[in-house]
Every structure is written in C-alpha cells, then in structure tokens.
C-alpha cells in the first residue's frame, strides 16, 4: 500500500545534542510537510517542501532545519533541542494537481520525541 | 484570513448515541474541508473531506458531514457511537495546499 513512512517512531536525546527525524513516502506527493504537535493541541505546520522549493513558516525557529534529497525523503533536523521541543513530529504529503486541486494531505504516523 | 473553529474543547457521549462536532470556517470563498481523526500516540487519518458537489459527505467508520455555506459550517455526526470511536478530532480547511486546522475535539466514549 502507498503510505507515509516515519522513523523512528519514538525517539529520545540529549538537551542540546542534535537530532534527526525522517519521513519517506511511496505516494509520489511533490508536497511535504512537517508538523509539530504538543499535546491536545493541533498540528502546527513547521515548514513544507512543494517539490525542491522550501517554504519555511515565519514562526518557525532556527534551530529547525529540513533536507528533502529526493521526491521520496525529508528529513527534520533539531540542531540543539530544548526541553520545549519535546513533541510528536508529523509527516504529511500531497498531490495538489492541476486542473481541479486536491488539497488532501497524508499523514505518517508520526515520531515521539523525548528530550532529556 | 482564514480560520477554522471547533467550539467544544471535549465532549462525552454514552456508547450508542449519536454524535454531532462542531466546525466553523471563516474563508474568503468556499474552501477545501475535511475531518481528520487522531488515536492517542498515532498520526492524523482523514475521515471526510468536501470539495463541491453534495453538501452532505460520508466518511469511513460511519461518518458523515454536511455542508451548510449559509452558516459556514462543516459538522460531524455519526449516529451510534462506538467505544473505538473515542480519540481526537480535527477540522480543517484548505484554500490552498496549505491546511489551517481547528483546535480539536476530544471525543470521550462511557461504555
């Protein structure tokens, strides 16, 4: 089944030591994104790749960067984490189209992050 | 600008009942709905979604919503809820590929 891949799906590190989260898709979407989730509250989109181009939100900090070496990869690199990092990190991907858009987005299932 | 609103922060049903969630949106035209529902620890699973057309929309697991652009709503109902239907439920719009969530409703299911 074509699907929205996350790994790890949980994962622990050190207040300031770098960390890496991936995401890969079988879709062939030219739209990713990564959300970042605390909890009981709503996803809240980071930044987003609409094929090589990278679109960063305004509020989004430094500390959060993102690769997309292919149509299949992104990555969200932490490059020092704070304990308010601490959250649950979405993928999600979309085929917005020509013609009549499709707006859908799907979502991986997601990667738990603890810092400690 | 864009918003979605989700005026009830939790609700609690009795297993059997009927459903109804809430969803405002507040766009410059008629934009891309959908329902997402989230298990504790999991990712975000699209329910429904409406673009144009029938106003009224099912979804998987029973799920249906209606369309009413006179009161700029997008509600969920399901008419007998089931225990595994307890989880977090997200409204979101899209006038573009970009989503603007609301802030979600806990659904609380007592057997």
């Known amino acids: 089944d074509a699907m929205v891949i996350q790994n790890p799906r949980y994962q622990v590190t050190q207040f300031g030591k770098p960390v890496t989260l991936s995401c890969s898709q079988t879709l062939n979407h030219n739209v990713m994104y990564w959300y970042q989730q605390k909890s009981s509250q709503a996803p809240k989109l980071l930044f987003h790749y609409y094929d090589k181009d990278f679109n960063n939100e305004a509020d989004t900090p430094d500390n959060f960067q993102s690769r997309r070496p292919n149509t299949s990869f992104c990555f969200l690199d932490i490059r020092s984490p704070g304990l308010g990092d601490a959250a649950m990190y979405l993928c999600a991907t979309s085929s917005p189209g020509t013609g009549v858009p499709n707006y859908e987005q799907y979502f991986g299932p997601g990667t738990r992050l603890t810092v400690t | 600008a864009q918003s979605v609103t989700q005026p009830d922060i939790h609700i609690t049903v009795s297993e059997g009942a009927s459903l109804e969630l809430r969803c405002n949106y507040s766009y410059g035209a008629t934009p891309y709905l959908f329902w997402y529902v989230q298990s504790p620890g999991q990712g975000l699973q699209l329910l429904l979604k409406?673009?144009?057309?029938?106003?009224l929309v099912q979804g998987i697991k029973g799920f249906e919503a209606e369309f009413k652009r006179s009161q700029s709503s997008f509600n969920l109902r399901k008419p007998s809820v089931h225990w595994s239907d307890a989880a977090e439920y997200f409204c979101a719009g899209a006038g573009s590929y970009r989503l603007t969530f609301g802030k979600g409703t806990k659904l609380s299911v007592i057997p």
């Open positions: 409406y673009f144009s057309g029938d106003t």
